[in-house]
């Protein structure tokens, strides 16, 4: 900053101080509208002028008055030559100063008069011997720390190296940094904390404002990790100011420095709840993790996590206290997971739950950047809990007793099986002594089995849910409902049930029956195969693998309980996702019953049944579907075609063969199943809706959509009735429902079902659940249906970074979002950003279901698609050939798939200019979806557009016209007038007609697209200019020179204020205003440069 600057701040800031606070602002923008510098500087100084508990203030009467009395700016201090004026901090001014030798600029900071005293100079002193101890890239170097004299008596001041960067906030906003590059940026930042930490250091005023980017090249190597190719795209961050630091360690002379009574050193902001008190004695490193957990979430949100504006400095303690933070995902969906788990902890107010180090949140960001699991968890729902009570303690206390009751009701569902335990006990002390109690000892055992049956997590989830909303006034409803808006009340009740019920039940099992072991070994298994059915799965392993070592041990290896004992471990390991292990166990069970219960057994062919379910899951269709067409095969020839085992073994038969892609069959499998369950079960059973949704896949696959519809209307009825409307297993239906009428293009009917579903999963699941995510993703393809682009992206990304965290990379779930995310930014124009997502997902997919699968095929004909919109036919066109060959040959000519490759290949050959290979798949899908969908199915609409165009490339404008006519009228009935597909037909109309020269009608159309432009993309000059230019050339051909010129020179002006200022349709522009303006011939000398800058541009284009 230079003098003139200099003296500028400190007249503007006197001005600024005479204005109401609340104008401020306002004026000084307008002030210093013409110098950045000067404009930081004094807007800085009025805010520490608004905190009445600034350091500066209390050091003295203010920043204003230090300016006030300070005398000119002195040509040198010390051996240094002052160049200008940098700023102004708590302990004095800052200068830009020169050395001679060795030959550098520096940062001097100063201590002036009359802010010397006894005290603060020795602060001074030991600030320069800690920052002395410090070296490391990311921190501010010290190099002297002196003492020089002018006529206003000592002056203390330090020698520093001398940043010339950005505010990191300011950093990265001016280079547009990415999220992984904000958070490498964060953890530099931490690696610098730490080194200071780890020399008894703390800094206390962490803050954009104390840390500054320099660009890459400008980097000094250090210690600093690096995080794969992302460290070398940052700039690196040095913390400035470690001035109000002091020893935590060491000399306790030292040690005992103490800052002045009650002083709030920093920006409060930035402070954590432990140092808003002003007792800077009770300060640790944990404060420095609190601003740091500020920082990050300022970078990624762009916000503060809490709202202190128009706070005095009491209000604003009391919230950093007592209220939680804005929760990140809040600035957008992308910032859910780990982002949010790694900020939340670090903002944690007890600082006992906060990251111990800066270390540990380093390496959680480093994990996170490398896609590996962080340490870092989200807070249980007992812990939420109690950050509620201590918020909300009138409201607790009015609540605690009916917690109380309900808990209890919660556990009071299986009291009754405690009882049934005591009365085995009972009962077996009889039978030791009277042989004739042993049959009402089964019937106990029994009676156990059948109230462990009847357990329901999701129930009591649903009951447990309602009846504590029940107990919260009205008023409160709101806030609490926002508080557990992340628990998840199925996985709470479960874990009530586990610590309340299955821990005693099993302890006391164990100790109880030691003496009966067979008795003990079927109570065990009772009780392992409810909580593996209820998810339980880390805890039914003990009790399981009990009972199974106790009958073999008792009974042998081959007796009918130790292989049904084997059989539930083979049942638990496949929920646990160990299919190797699961699969060696079932074949021990199949081994086992066929040489004792015969190859025909019932039993031995559920375990087949079993056995091709695993296999399935491990990709061995193949070997899957033998198994379980032997199976069906063995149980309705020995039990009969209605038998409840054959049903589920040719309804497992149906799902092997549907997930083949061998849908025919599958439907076929499909409908008998449904058809027997129906004669068997009736139409409200259970498994009876569950084969309706089955076939409802099956048929979804064919397109077959309007009776898919039905059937799964039909088994939401049946689940409603039977679960309640709340039920997951309801809810996963009332999806279906939606998924359906989107397919058939009902997407208004659609979209309340499916936020309706989304929300209570929500509510009921928690966001983390994978249905929950199941519902993100099918709102975001309707959402997409209907050109909503901007939430149904965020809405994809949430979807994928859930399914990669809980699934894995590889899983088809996670597959399947990579896909409709990349399809997603394709749609928005984003091509080049798709397109690795597209060839990541293609790969995927080769590896899990291998080329031929239908899945396979659809993604060959998405990269296809996109690599031919970008110019790369060569590519394209073999990829192109695979996919329509492979789903001719697997699916038939009408499958809606093989249709979307058929138009797929009649599009890219149109691109080509091949008109005559074009004209062929063009027709057989326009037909094609005609036939199947109907008129306002997607693909007909799309066809349409398509026939049109091949229609203007054959030069037959008026066929052309009717088909973009049909076009634009079934688009604005099906997806409205806004609708970027909508918009691409009404061009085509527009086009058509002009080649008509049928200008008036085509003006009409001109005009529509420039209105619906500025009505939705008001900050997209380009999309405008487009439009606007169109309409001029228009005007122009009607010979209205002067209504084109105004159109035009709109639209050039766009284009010149956009990132498309020197392309093709920028000058194309110009030459038409060029001739709009000609037309006059009194203004020949106007247009001529104009013409000639055109041409000379377009010629020299490539």
């Known amino acids: 900053m230079t003098p003139d600057q200099y003296q500028r701040v400190k007249e503007l800031f006197t001005q600024a101080l005479n204005r109401p606070a609340n104008e401020r602002a306002a004026w000084l923008a307008d002030e210093a509208a013409d110098d950045a510098d000067v404009f930081r500087e004094v807007r800085e100084m009025l805010a520490e002028e608004s905190n009445p508990n600034s350091a500066a203030k209390q050091l003295d009467a203010g920043a204003a008055s230090m300016l006030d009395d300070s005398p000119a700016m002195p040509e040198r201090i010390g051996k240094y030559r002052i160049v200008g004026l940098k700023g102004h901090g708590g302990m ?21 008069t009359p802010m010397v005293s006894p005290q ?40 520093m190296e001398l940043i010339q960067g950005e505010r990191i906030t300011a950093y990265a906003k001016a280079h547009n940094l990415s999220t992984r590059h904000r958070l490498e940026l964060v953890a530099r930042v931490c690696d610098a904390v730490q080194h200071a930490h780890q020399r008894g250091i703390i800094h206390r005023d962490l803050k954009p404002a104390n840390i500054l980017v320099v660009e890459p090249e400008s980097s000094l190597t250090g210690s600093l990790k690096s995080t794969s190719r992302i460290a070398d795209a940052v700039g690196q961050p040095k913390v400035l100011d470690f001035g109000v630091a002091r020893l935590v360690e060491g000399d306790a002379s030292i040690a005992t420095l103490q800052t002045e009574v009650g002083q709030l050193i920093g920006t409060l902001a930035y402070m954590s709840p432990e140092q808003v008190t002003g007792d800077s004695s009770s300060l640790d490193t944990r404060c420095d993790i609190y601003a740091l ?126 009882s049934a335990l005591q009365a085995n006990r009972e009962l077996a002390d009889t039978n030791r002594k009277l042989e004739e109690s042993n049959t009402d000892l089964k019937n106990v055992s029994q009676f156990q089995s059948d109230q462990l049956t009847g357990i329901d997590a999701a129930s009591m989830a649903l009951q447990l849910r309602s009846d504590l909303l029940s107990g919260i006034p009205q008023e409160e409803r709101s806030t609490f409902e926002s508080l557990v808006g992340d628990v998840n009340f199925v996985d709470y009740a479960r874990s009530t049930l586990e610590h309340n019920f299955f821990d005693r039940a099993v302890k006391s099992v164990e100790s109880q029956f030691e003496d009966q072991p067979l008795l003990q070994a079927t109570l065990l298994q009772d009780l392992a195969t409810t909580m593996r059915e209820l998810g339980l799965l880390d805890s039914a392993v003990a009790p399981q693998e009990r009972s199974l070592a106790i009958r073999r041990q008792e009974l042998g290896d081959e007796h009918y309980d130790s292989l049904a004992s084997l059989g539930e471990l083979g049942n638990l390991q496949l929920s646990r996702g160990e299919f190797e292990e699961a699969e060696s166990r079932f074949r021990q069970i199949l081994e086992g019953y066929g040489k004792t219960l015969g190859e025909s057994a019932r039993e031995t062919s ?134 359906h009428l989107t397919s058939l293009a009902k997407l208004e009917e659609a979209e309340p079902i499916l936020r309706d579903a989304l929300e209570k999963r929500r509510h009921v699941l928690g966001k983390t659940h994978y249905d929950t995510i199941n519902s993100v993703d099918s709102l975001a393809s309707l959402l997409e249906e209907r050109g909503l682009y901007a939430e149904a992206e965020s809405l994809f990304r949430e979807s994928l970074e859930g399914r990669r965290r809980t699934l894995g990379n590889d899983h088809p779930a996670t597959l399947r979002a990579l896909g409709n995310l990349g399809f997603m930014l394709s749609q928005e124009g984003k091509a080049e950003e798709a397109e690795p997502l597209y060839r990541e997902t293609l790969a995927g997919l080769r590896r899990v279901y291998g080329n031929d699968h239908p899945h396979t095929l659809t993604s060959i004909g998405n990269l296809a698609a996109l690599l031919s919109g970008l110019g790369k036919h060569e590519e394209a066109l073999p990829l192109y050939h695979e996919s329509l060959e492979g789903r001719r040959r697997l699916l038939g000519d009408d499958h809606p798939s093989t249709l979307n490759a058929i138009y797929n290949m009649g599009d890219m050959l149109l691109r080509q200019g091949k008109l005559d290979q074009a004209e062929g798949f063009c027709k057989e899908a326009y037909e094609g979806y005609q036939r199947v969908g109907g008129d306002d199915h997607i693909g007909t609409l799309y066809s349409l557009t398509l026939m049109g165009q091949l229609r203007m490339a054959q030069d037959n404008p008026a066929e052309a016209e009717t088909f973009f006519e049909t076009a634009v009228e079934r688009r604005r009935r099906v ?41 939705n993309h008001p900050d997209d000059g380009t999309r405008r200019a487009g439009a606007l230019c169109a309409l001029g050339h228009n005007l122009l051909r009607q010979n209205r020179p002067p209504e084109a010129e105004a159109s035009l020179s709109d639209g050039l002006s766009l284009y010149k204020d956009s990132d498309r200022s020197e392309s093709w349709p920028r000058w194309n522009a110009q030459g038409l205003l060029a001739e709009a303006i000609s037309a006059d011939p009194n203004r020949y000398a106007e247009a001529e440069p104009l013409l000639l800058e055109c041409a000379e541009q377009l010629a020299s284009a490539p």
Not at 981 to 1000: F, M, R, S
Request: aromatic letters at 6%; proline letters at 2%.
């Open 120 to 159: 603060l100079l020795a602060r001074f002193k030991r600030e320069a011997e800690v920052l002395g101890k410090l070296q490391h890239a990311g921190i501010a170097h010290i190099y002297e720390a002196a003492i020089s004299q002018d006529e206003s008596g000592e002056q203390p001041f330090l020698a």
């Open 293 to 418: 957990g500020v920082l990050l979430f300022e970078l990624l949100s762009g916000q503060l996590p809490h709202d202190l504006q128009n706070c005095s400095i009491a209000q604003a303690a009391r919230i950093i206290q007592e209220e939680e933070p804005t929760k990140l995902s809040e600035a957008g969906a992308q910032l859910r997971g780990d982002l949010e788990t790694i900020v939340a902890k670090a903002l944690e107010k007890d600082r006992e739950h906060r990251y111990q180090s800066a270390s540990e949140m380093a390496a959680d960001l480093r994990r996170f950047l490398a896609d590996e699991p962080i340490v870092a968890r989200p807070a249980s729902a007992v812990y939420q809990f109690r950050k509620f009570a201590r918020r909300n303690k009138g409201l607790v206390t009015g609540l605690g007793v009916a917690l109380v009751v309900l808990i209890l009701g919660v556990t009071g569902t299986v009291i009754g099986l405690l």
């Open 606 to 739: 559920s375990a087949a049944v079993n056995l091709a379910l695993v296999l399935q899951r491990l990709g061995r269709n193949e070997e899957a579907e033998e198994l379980a067409r032997t199976a069906y095969n063995g149980l309705s020839k020995a039990y009969g075609p209605n038998d409840i085992d054959t049903l589920h073994a040719m309804a497992t038969l149906a799902s092997i063969v549907n997930f083949q892609g061998r849908y025919e069959e599958a439907e076929k499998l499909a409908r008998e199943t449904l058809q027997r369950r129906r004669e068997v079960l009736g139409d409200d059973d259970s498994l009876t809706a569950a084969s309706m949704l089955t076939l409802a896949t099956v048929l979804g696959n064919q397109g077959a959509y309007e009776e898919a519809l039905k059937l799964t209307r039909e088994a939401f009825e049946v689940r409603s009735k039977l679960l309640g409307a709340e039920h997951p297993k309801t809810l996963a239906t009332q999806m279906e429902i939606g998924t």
């Open 975 to 1015: 997806n409205g007038d806004d609708h970027p597909e909508t918009l691409g037909a009404v061009l085509g109309l527009a086009d058509a007609l002009e080649a008509q020269n049928d200008w008036t009608d085509a003006e009409k159309w001109r005009r529509f697209v420039i209105d619906a432009a500025t009505r």
């Open 92 to 112: 004095g001014i800052v200068y830009e100063a020169e050395q001679d030798s060795p030959k550098r600029r520096v940062a001097l900071k100063v201590i002036r």
